[in-house]
Each structure stands twice: as structure tokens, then as C-alpha cells.
């Protein structure tokens, strides 16, 4: 028997138009390159989204198209992520941290048909110049008076187009299937691949990520996304916290900066925000220098990398409780976030913190299995590890151009229809999944696996190590071991054995790094992650000492 509902699709325009009706008065503050604090409401945002799609229609943007950002959190960035998905065409994020030939490499994979992008993006744009020559058109995001000189041809201004459009604009109903955004992963190996979102999943993604137990978005919270929207469209925030009518604040290029983060989030009352662990050293460490406080912020989402047990504990001492969460590009990226379950309230002090280190538990939505080498699934004792594996309505099922013929590059979904993330985990009894490594990060030391995070975040927990990476170097007798390579605060000194000292009461012995580098500074990846494959290649010929 068929059900009596309605066929409506989920479309992302719905959550702009619903914004519009019921939170017109929300402000959105930005930083931007043209002005230190750009301020508008929800009804601005939607009426210059409407202008944006005429402009995109006069420009020739067709459904299904490509249309290329290169910019920071901003006001303006938001716009394209409605205007574009909202009329049908592909917004489709683009990281300018990435190298050169990375970001030409993505342009021309994705076969972008107009830039949008950031006047402080536009250097690198330049040097791209001859490898832009299916790009229509180059629009830079600020005002007349900013537009920058350019060798370009076809740069035209923002606000000068914008201008130009009346605000009278349907956002068209379609198959909820079709894609919305793209953004390629950034992947240490190969090409980065491009993972294509729908307008359905991004709609699940938003509902299922504003449940209380994962971000608890809702109309009485201010979020400062820190994450950037060229990285799996700033982990969801744009969507869901204007469906439930948040009001946002976003950085703009000055993510990295602590006092700026600090000045937005006291003079804003943000009582939420969200990023990568290294963001939040950059700020802990300015509150710890400068005296000054957070008192707004309850609750930060930490994720993209394995959150340092250190980072929680400051959080604690400003009053602020720390989100695990976990997930990938691939996964949009959602997939598991930490939260305390019934019979839990209770719990404090380093037990608090010990739960708060995994990487959280499934959202619905959401289904994690472990498995062995056989694809056998493991138990959820908290002591087996395997490949952690995925499946949901927002998981990708393939990558943009590529085959998806089973086993192919372009396939990455087994036979059993489980995405295989290339994390290595652990699940507790009581559903906590807790990543061990990256399949291609694990040491195999005499057989046994050691696990390359629990090294590092024992090792950042010393007060004078400010970063640090384990990884398996040759060993004559047991093939690898492992070598901490780590970096100290200005005007340390330590020596190895000191460190190895440290250590040994908190890891098992097989897990004590045979030896520690100390180096100047770590290689890292476009969205901030310690690059192993890079650090491999330059301990390739390390030898331990006899
Ligand atoms: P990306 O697609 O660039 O966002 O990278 C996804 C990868 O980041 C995952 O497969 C994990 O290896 C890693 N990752 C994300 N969140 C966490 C976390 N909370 N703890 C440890 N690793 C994480």
C-alpha cells in the first residue's frame, strides 16, 4: 500500500525561504577584506541571495553547472551557497590553501564554468591565468572600490553585478537528488577526488546535525563557524543554523587569529563554535596570554583531526565544554559526534575527559561497523580494531568523473554497500567509537599495531611539547617502530629520554617510541592536518640509534 504524504522534495532554497519568513531580524556578522565587521540581517541575506541567482542567470549559468568559490567565511560566500544550489547549479567550494597546481587541477576536473572569489584569493588566481581557459568568467567578491588590478580577462566585481539584478526571483522545485555542492578531498596521495552532494542529503545533514545530542542548533544560539566553508561547506553550519535561525558570525580570512576570534566571540555573546584542534590552540594560547575570557561560548565542536586531550582540559578552565566529532569529506562529513548518555550525568573530572577524547558516538543517520582483513565485523568490546566503516544517506557513493565499477578508484564502497573510511577504531560497549590510526598511519611493529594518535596525544600533553607526530620507521628486528618527531615551545629544551620518560606511564610498552627527533616545524596539509606521508618521506632513511 502506498502512504498519503506529500512528494515534497527537500530543497536547500526551502531552508532560505523558511529563514526569510520567521527569522528576518537574525543578523549575520562577517569579516571580510573590504570591512572589519560587515553586520546585516536574514531578510538582506535572502533578498541579496534572489539578486544573486538573477545574476547568475544573466550571466548565462546554466542548471547542473559548475560554479567555483575561492573564499573565506563570509557573508558573501553564504550567499553563493543558496543562490547557486538554490537555482540548480553546483556550488562547488575550492580550498586556496591547496598548492597551485592542486587548485588548477580541481578547476579544470570540475569543469567550472565562473569563479567566484576572494580579492585576497586573486594573486593565486592570477598565476593561474593559463590554466583557466575554460573559466567564462571571474567574479571578484568585494566592491567597486576594492576591485583589484588584474591581467585577467573577464574579472568582473560582485557588488557591481548585484547591483545591477532586482530581487524578484522563484527558486525552482527539482528532483532532490540533484547535486547542490562539490568539494574534492584533500587527499595526501593521488589527485583529490570530487565528492558530490545532493540537495537531499544536505537537507538530512542539516536536520540530523541540529539534534540536541550533536550541535543542539537552534534560534537561541550565536555559532562562529571557525572551520572554513571550502571544507565540506564548514562541516554543515551554513545550513543548519540558518534553518533553526542562529544568528552567525564568520572570521573571514582572520580564522587563524586568536585575538580576532576572541574579540568576535565576547563582543557577539557566541555561545557556539566549531574547528579544527590547531584553531583552538591559536586561541587558548591568546586567553591564556592575554587574561581575556569566553564567558559566552558553552560548547565548541572539535574535529577534522584527533583532539588533543590538552585542548579539552583548557576548554574546561574557560567554562567550555568540548564536542568530539568525526567524519570526512565523503561523509558530508558528519558521523559521529560525542555526547554523554543517560547515567552519565555524573561524570567528572579526568572521566569526563576520557569520554570526551573518543571520537563520539553514530548520529542517526549514521551506521559504523568495524571490521578484520576479511571484512568480518568485530565486536563493539572497546578493544578490537579494525577498518571503520560507514554507510548513510550522506555518505558518498562514488567521486565526480571517476568509474564506479567495484574495486575501481572511483568506487569506494565495498561489496556490501559499506564506505570504507581508511580509519582504523575501536567501538565501546555503549556505542563510543575512538580512532586508533589511518590504515596507511599505523605502525606494524613485530605484527602488533601500534597506534601512531595515542603516541601523539600522550606526547602534547608534556607542557613544553607544542606539537608532535608518530610514525613507523624501518627496524632491522621488528620492521617498524615507532619514532616521535615533535616540536617544542620557543626556548625549550628537552632531550629524548626525557620525553620517553614522560611517556612511559601513560602508553604500553610496545608503544614507547624507540627514539625522539625534535625538528623546528611539522609538514602540514592544505586543511591544517599533520602530513605523515610528507614526514615518511623525510625520515625515509632514518636509523635508530643502536
Ligand atoms: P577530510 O576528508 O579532509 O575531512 O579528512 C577526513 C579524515 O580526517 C578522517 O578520515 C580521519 O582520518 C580524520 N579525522 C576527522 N575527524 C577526526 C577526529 N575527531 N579524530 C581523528 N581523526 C579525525
Not at 586568536?258 to 590547531?278: D, F, H, I, R, W
Request: charged share 20%; glycine share 8%; with cysteine.
Amino acid at each position: 500500500m502506498q502512504a498519503l504524504m506529500m512528494n515534497s522534495q527537500l530543497m536547500i532554497s526551502s531552508i532560505l525561504k523558511h529563514a526569510e519568513r520567521n527569522f528576518a531580524t537574525r543578523e549575520i556578522v562577517s569579516v571580510t577584506a573590504d570591512n572589519p565587521l560587515h553586520r546585516y540581517t536574514y531578510k538582506d541575506f535572502a533578498k541579496r541571495s534572489r539578486q544573486l541567482a538573477n545574476v547568475l542567470k544573466e550571466l548565462g549559468a546554466e542548471f547542473g553547472d559548475r560554479i567555483g568559490t575561492l573564499a573565506w567565511n563570509d557573508y558573501r560566500h553564504l550567499e553563493l551557497y543558496y543562490a547557486v544550489s538554490g537555482s540548480g547549479m553546483v556550488c562547488h567550494t575550492i580550498n586556496p590553501k591547496l598548492f597551485p597546481e592542486q587548485v588548477a587541477y580541481i578547476i579544470k576536473h570540475a569543469q567550472d564554468k565562473f569563479l567566484f572569489v576572494d580579492v585576497l584569493v586573486m594573486p593565486l588566481v592570477e598565476a593561474l591565468k593559463d590554466h583557466l581557459t575554460e573559466v567564462k568568467g571571474i567574479i571578484v567578491l568585494t566592491d567597486a572600490a576594492h576591485m583589484p588590478a588584474s591581467s585577467l580577462d573577464n574579472v568582473m566585481c560582485y557588488e557591481t553585478l548585484l547591483a545591477a539584478q532586482h530581487d524578484q526571483f522563484e527558486w525552482p522545485s527539482f528532483d532532490e537528488n540533484t547535486a547542490s555542492g562539490m568539494c574534492y578531498t584533500s587527499g595526501t596521495t593521488g589527485n583529490p577526488k570530487g565528492v558530490v552532494y545532493s540537495h537531499r542529503s544536505t537537507l538530512l545533514h542539516a536536520l540530523a546535525g541540529s539534534l540536541p545530542d550533536v550541535t543542539a542548533a537552534s534560534v537561541m544560539e550565536t555559532c562562529l563557524p571557525v572551520v572554513p566553508m571550502f571544507h565540506v561547506n564548514a562541516w554543515g553550519i551554513p545550513y543548519a543554523c540558518i534553518m533553526v535561525g542562529s544568528k552567525l558570525v564568520m572570521p573571514g580570512p582572520k580564522m587563524a587569529d586568536g585575538a580576532t576570534l576572541q574579540a568576535l566571540m565576547e563582543n557577539e555573546k557566541v555561545t557556539y563554535s566549531s574547528g579544527v584542534p590547531t584553531i583552538w590552540l591559536a586561541l587558548l594560547d591568546y586567553l591564556d596570554k592575554s587574561n581575556k575570557k569566553i564567558d559566552s561560548l558553552k560548547r565548541v565542536t572539535v574535529g577534522g583531526a584527533a583532539c588533543p586531550r590538552s585542548i579539552i582540559e583548557r576548554f574546561w578552565t574557560y567554562g567550555t565544554e568540548v564536542k568530539q566529532g568525526w567524519g570526512m569529506t565523503e561523509t558530508s562529513p558528519l558521523g559521529t559526534v560525542f555526547s554523554l548518555k543517560a547515567g552519565m550525568e555524573d561524570l567528572q573530572g579526568d572521566a569526563l575527559v576520557d569520554v570526551q577524547c573518543k571520537q563520539g558516538r553514530g548520529v542517526f543517520g549514521i551506521e559504523i561497523r568495524i571490521v578484520d582483513e576479511n571484512n568480518q565485523e568485530l565486536p563493539w568490546d572497546g578493544v578490537a580494531f579494525g577498518a571503520l566503516k560507514v554507510k548513510g544517506p550522506w555518505v558518498a557513493s562514488g567521486y565526480f568523473g571517476l568509474s564506479q565499477v567495484p574495486g575501481s578508484e572511483g568506487c569506494p564502497v565495498d561489496e556490501l554497500g559499506w564506505f570504507d573510511t581508511g580509519d582504523v577504531a575501536t567501538i565501546s560497549p555503549d556505542g563510543y567509537m575512538q580512532i586508533t590510526d589511518r590504515t596507511k598511519d599505523v605502525i606494524k611493529s613485530g605484527g602488533e599495531w601500534v597506534s601512531s594518535i595515542e603516541i601523539e596525544n600522550a606526547a602534547v600533553s608534556h607542557p613544553l611539547i607544542m606539537e608532535a607526530a608518530a610514525i613507523g620507521c624501518y627496524h632491522p628486528k621488528w620492521t617498524e617502530r615507532p619514532l616521535l618527531v615533535a616540536v617544542l615551545t620557543p626556548d625549550a629544551t628537552l632531550s629524548s629520554q626525557e620525553v620517553i620518560e614522560f611517556l612511559r606511564p601513560n602508553l604500553h610498552k610496545w608503544s614507547l617510541p624507540d627514539d625522539v627527533v625534535f625538528v623546528q616545524e611539522l609538514p602540514h596539509t592544505a586543511t591544517g592536518k599533520l602530513n605523515k606521508l610528507a614526514l615518511r618521506q623525510s625520515f625515509a632513511d632514518y636509523q635508530f640509534p643502536a
